[in-house]
């Protein structure tokens, strides 16, 4: 059973790093796009980054720079790098898997059909 889970989450000053795991287990990666999604308190919740399996990519201009995506093949896992945290960044991080095979990198929910259960990033002095 295809399951989706998040790690890296935590509390950091700003200025400073933290990198997101999306790990997936029973479920090969190498084929789908993932994406990258965040819901701040009060908010609607917005797109961060994707990545296609073809190595296209695409981030929300609030993060362009700072927030590189990656995947392992190997280990079926995709990773956020997040750099030079501000505390608007401070939110509770989703990763998601698109839901049909060499799709598009794109940040539109309805194009992720299966969601990890999240992991808060609190940017904090």
């Known amino acids: 059973q295809l399951q989706l889970v998040e790690s890296g989450g935590g509390l950091v000053q700003p200025g400073g790093s933290l990198k997101l795991s999306c790990a997936a287990s029973?479920?090969?990666?190498?084929?789908?796009?993932i994406g990258w999604f965040r819901q701040a308190p009060g908010k609607e919740r917005e797109g961060v980054s994707c990545l296609s399996n073809t190595g296209d990519t695409q981030y929300v201009d609030s993060v362009q720079g700072r927030f590189p995506i990656a995947r392992d093949y190997t280990k079926d896992t995709v990773y956020l790098q997040m750099n030079s945290l501000k505390p608007e960044d401070t939110a509770v991080y989703y990763c998601?898997?698109?839901?049909?095979?060499?799709?598009?990198?794109?940040?539109?929910?309805?194009?992720?059909?299966?969601w990890g259960q999240g992991t808060q990033v609190t940017v904090s002095s």
């Open positions: 998601a898997i698109a839901g049909r095979k060499d799709w598009y990198a794109r940040l539109f929910e309805y194009d992720y059909e299966r």
């Open positions: 029973g479920f090969n990666l190498d084929y789908y796009a």
